[in-house]
C-alpha cells in the first residue's frame, strides 16, 4: 500500500511539473510576442514624432 501511494505521489509530481513547465514556456512566449508589438509600435510613435505638425499637436498636448 505505502509503494503504490508513493508511486501515485511521484506520478502526481512529475504530471505537475510538466503543466507548469508548459505554462511558463507559454507564458515566455506570450512576453516575446508583447516585446514585438511594443517595438512596432515604439517604431511608429518614432516615425510619427518625426513629422513637425505632428510633434507640434503632441508637445501642446493637443
Known amino acids: 500500500m505505502n509503494d503504490s501511494l508513493s508511486i501515485i ?3 502526481l509530481t512529475i ?3 510538466s503543466w507548469l513547465s508548459y505554462t511558463i514556456m507559454d507564458q515566455q512566449k506570450q ?3 508583447l516585446e514585438q508589438q511594443l517595438q512596432h509600435e515604439q ?3 518614432k516615425m510619427l514624432y ?3 505638425v505632428v510633434r507640434d499637436a ?4 493637443g
Do not use: C, F, Q, T
Open 9 to 11: 505521489i511521484i506520478l
Open 15 to 17: 504530471a505537475g511539473l
Open 31 to 33: 512576453i516575446v510576442k
Open 43 to 45: 517604431l511608429k510613435y
Open 50 to 52: 518625426r513629422d513637425p
Open 58 to 61: 503632441i508637445e501642446s498636448g
